[in-house]
Every structure is written in C-alpha cells, then in structure tokens.
C-alpha cells in the first residue's frame, strides 16, 4: 500500500492546487483513479498571518506542529506543507515532529540542479524573498539565486495577498510576474522558481520570459516519490 500523506495547509489555493496534483498524476504511478491516502488539516490563514505578520516564527511552527500532530493521528505517514513561506518555521519544530517531513525548497533546489539551472530567480511573499528559506537550500545545491528589486517585491506580496490567496488571476497580475521575470532574466537568472503555492495557477512556462520551477507541483511530485517507498 502507498504511504498515508498528510498536508499541512495554510493557504487555500496552493493547498488544493498540491491536493489535485497528487490525486491526479498519482493514477500515472498507482493505475487508474487510483492515488495515495490523503489527509488535509487547515488552521486559517489569518492565524498563521498573525505570527508570520510579526516575525514570531517559533509560534508559526507551534501552529504547524499542531496541524502536524492531527495529522499524525490521522495515520499520515508523512507530512508536506504547500506554503513556502511557512518553512521559515520547520527548524524550530523539527526536534517534535512526529513524522517525517519533506520541506519544498530542498525540493525546488533538487528540481533546478537536476534540469541544470546554475541562477535562480525567486519570487514569492516579501517574507519568503527576503527570508533565509530559498538562499540555504539554493546553496546547499550549489546553485546562485536572486530576488527582485524592493518595489518589485513589494507589489508581488500585494498580488499575493490580495488577489491570489483569493482566486482571483487577473491578466494585470500575470503582465506584472512576466516583466519582474524579464528583470531577473536581465541580471543573469536562467529559471525562475514560483515560490508562492498560488503563483503556479497565474503564471507558467507558457507565459513567463524564463523557465518556470512551480514549488506547488515539485512539492506534490515528491510526495508521491516518497509515497512509493
């Protein structure tokens, strides 16, 4: 039997995109409609954002822990969380968990060094761009990566909060993410990696002037490696 996957969710989009992915391509893997046991647990955003908002990263993690430990108790064999900006909290919990945990930018990291990137653009929250969760797993794999400018950041953490976390994909927000992908492809970046779970569903290779890393189906991939063992 495949491992039990438990997601620990923290926004709705990027949660349901990464839910979709492993129940969709898990059929390719396991045989027809067929995918791993699933269990989801959210506590709401706003809760998450109160301690994220203030820079309170050890009760972020109590809070991840908590979804964790429900999970567990559900019978997940292993937890994934689709929120990259979340991660900045792993190390703080990681000596409680209960179970394994695979963390997405050691996934995206993985995924760019495999395809051969050598300079990775990173967009995501303005916590998650300026945050140490992408620089130590980008240079872990030897790989160099490289943020927006500051009012470039600041617009796509309004994009972010106001729009995507909502549903909303407007073609304005999709034309603002390819010219700040164009800047980065200008400073010498050869990928980009969509490090906000809701980026995936503005914008993809299709639209962007770089190659696109989309953590939210990287992270849904590897689940499903992981549930194979």
């Known amino acids: 039997m495949p491992r039990h996957i438990g997601i620990v969710a923290v926004s709705a989009e990027g949660a349901a995109l990464c839910y979709r992915t492993i129940c969709a391509e898990g059929a ?26 203030a820079g309170r990263w050890e009760e972020e993690g109590e809070l991840l822990l908590e ?21 900045q909290a792993i190390d703080t919990i990681r000596e409680s968990l209960p179970r394994p945990w695979l963390h997405i930018a ?12 050598k300079r990775v653009g990173v967009l995501g ?17 030897g790989i ?12 796509i953490n309004r994009i972010i909060f106001d729009e ?7 073609n304005s927000a999709r034309a603002e993410f390819a010219r ?5 492809k ?8 969509l490090s906000c779970t809701e980026i995936p569903l503005l914008i993809g290779d299709a639209d962007a002037p770089l190659p696109t890393l989309d953590s939210t189906r990287i992270l849904a991939r590897a689940a499903l490696r992981d549930a194979q063992a």
């Open 186 to 193: 200008q400073k010498g970046c050869d990928a980009v990696a």
């Open 28 to 53: 390719a893997i396991f045989g027809a409609h067929n995918h791993p046991e699933v269990t989801m647990h959210t506590i709401p955003l706003a809760a998450h954002m109160k301690h994220i908002d």
């Open 180 to 184: 700040i992908i164009g800047g980065l």
């Open 67 to 87: 979804s964790a430990r429900k999970l567990a108790d559900a019978g997940a064999d292993f937890f994934i969380c689709p929120d990259n900006t979340a991660h």
């Open 164 to 170: 995507l976390v909502y549903g909303r994909f407007e």
């Open 106 to 117: 050691q996934e995206v990291a993985a995924a760019a060094k495999q395809r051969g990137f």
């Open 144 to 155: 160099a990566h490289t943020i927006p400018d500051k009012d470039d950041r600041e617009l």
């Open 125 to 141: 929250t303005r916590y998650l761009m300026e945050g140490p969760v992408y620089s130590k797993k980008m240079a872990a794999a």
